[in-house]
């Protein structure tokens, strides 16, 4: 359970002094050929330019925490759950994946700033608890190294789940016909990321709407992103789930359009990675299959040509996934 964990992880924390940074140690050049003359950049199209907005390194890593303590973590409480906002999240877990700064920084940093009062105790105590998941999830795999493919718990091995590489494809390309499902997908395949908020949402479509195994979710996001960590990554998937420590319900079932409503309250997420329904009044942004064909028409929509229709119907897709946990139940019990 992550509640007693960070409760005693919190209390019973002292942060030691970090240690400063490494001297340049100078010594010989070796000969070397230029990436350049590689041609390993992308061209035809050059789908890179979605990645311009990380800067590998050290010093990426402290600019982008101190952009934010300086400012967006003002909120963070309230706002974290809202992707169509700039810096409603740290963008920090590329530069923790990869060591280019550490848990023990932020901590430090944070406190800092809440002892100072620049930093509402609030937010920074919420923000601190997101880092906690980090540890709680390196944590488990610890103690579960296949974390990645098997079940945390044991009961899901008796999860009916579908084989549909048909629905696979189109979440993976984001053309599911649930506009919040098909903006997260897309900025992930663009920029190799996407807001925390919007993974859960992506991933209880794909493990309940769809019934596809969460483990086909993980490979995916493990390739496709850019902070892939092998302890969150997998914990968090199994969260989703309902198959990991701490998990959600499984009869917890994400509904794709009033998530969207409520976290895309400006629309402005979608629209950006949803170009084609830019046009689109506010009313019908996350469920345009409601709108009327004139207003479809003056939004240049066509439904099934522009943008795809729904690939299952909410309602449905939520009874079957429960109906899947009956039968989960039943078969667990009976063994």
């Not at 002094?17 to 390993?40: A, I, N, Q």
């Not at 880092?131 to 610890?142: D, M, V």
Request: glycine fraction near 8%; include cysteine; hydrophobic fraction near 35%.
């Amino acid at each position: 359970m992550f509640t007693p964990y960070w409760r005693a992880a919190r209390n019973n924390f002292h942060a030691r002094d970090t240690y400063g940074r490494h001297k340049k140690l100078s010594g010989p050049k070796p000969e070397s050929e230029s990436l350049d003359d590689w041609g390993l950049h992308p061209s035809s199209p050059d789908w890179s330019t979605g990645f311009d907005d990380w800067t590998p390194g050290e010093d990426g890593a402290i600019a982008r925490l101190t952009d934010f303590l300086d400012g967006p973590i003002n909120g963070y409480k309230e706002d974290r759950n809202r992707p169509d906002l700039d810096m409603s999240t740290s963008s920090l877990s590329p530069h923790l994946r990869f060591g280019e700064i550490g848990p023990l920084q932020i901590w430090r940093a944070v406190h800092a700033g809440m002892e100072a009062g620049t930093i509402p105790e609030k937010d920074g105590h919420t923000f601190l608890s997101e880092i906690g998941w980090r540890e709680f999830s390196h944590t488990l795999l610890f103690y579960n190294p296949a974390l990645a493919s098997e079940n945390y718990n044991d009961s899901f091995e008796f999860m009916p789940w579908r084989k549909d590489k048909k629905a696979f494809d189109a979440w993976t390309k984001g053309q599911t016909g649930y506009p919040m499902v098909d903006a997260g997908m897309r900025q992930l395949w663009q920029t190799g990321w996407m807001h925390n908020r919007v993974r859960m949402i992506v991933a209880s479509f794909l493990t309940k709407h769809l019934l596809l195994p969460w483990q086909d979710g993980e490979a995916w996001f493990w390739d496709t992103l850019v902070d892939a960590d092998p302890a969150n990554n997998a914990a968090s998937w199994q969260w989703t789930a309902g198959s990991g420590a701490d998990a959600a319900p499984y009869f917890r079932v994400f509904n794709p359009i009033s998530q969207g409503s409520k976290f895309d309250e400006t629309g402005a997420y979608v629209r950006r990675f949803c170009p084609e329904l830019k046009d689109l009044p506010d009313k019908y942004l996350h469920a345009p299959w409601e709108a009327s064909e004139e207003i479809l028409s003056e939004a240049g929509i066509k439904l099934g040509k522009t943008y795809p229709k729904p690939i299952v119907d909410h309602s449905g897709a939520r009874q079957r996934a429960l109906d899947a946990y009956d039968t989960l139940k039943e078969k667990r019990d009976a063994a």
